[in-house]
């Protein structure tokens, strides 16, 4: 079983920044993609931004020059570092772990259980 615990949500003015960091635990042999998604009110689930274990990044055009993910892997841990943040950037944020288990070798897509963002005017 493994578990992701995100943190560092929560209400900030236009223009402000917040971190969110998120870490896996449990049975885990090797985590390959981690990302961030948001789901905001009446809306899907979208990709705000993901890193490859050697550290390959993706982002979305809306968040490109203003949000940087970051892992550090010997702590199974990806951050979200979000700049200039806008009203629309508000939702839930859930991070996402591709996660090879042990010691079963089968690859597996774990969720956090989301942490609220909530940017003011």
């Known amino acids: 079983q493994v578990q992701l615990v995100e943190s560092g949500g929560g209400l900030v003015q236009a223009g402000g920044s917040l971190k969110l960091s998120c870490t896996a635990s449990?049975?885990?042999?090797?985590?390959?993609?981690m990302g961030w998604y948001r789901q905001a009110p009446g809306k899907q689930r979208e990709l705000v931004a993901s890193i490859t274990r050697g550290g390959s990044t993706n982002y979305a055009d809306s968040v490109r020059g203003r949000f940087t993910i970051s892992r550090e892997n010997a702590k199974n841990t990806v951050y979200l570092q979000m700049n200039s943040l806008k009203r629309e950037d508000t939702a839930v944020y859930y991070c996402?772990?591709?996660?090879?288990?042990?010691?079963?070798?089968?690859?597996?897509?774990?969720w956090g259980q989301g942490t609220q963002v909530t940017v003011s005017s």
């Open positions: 449990g049975s885990i042999f090797r985590i390959n993609v």
């Open positions: 996402n772990a591709e996660v090879v288990t042990t010691p079963v070798f089968i690859t597996y897509d774990y």
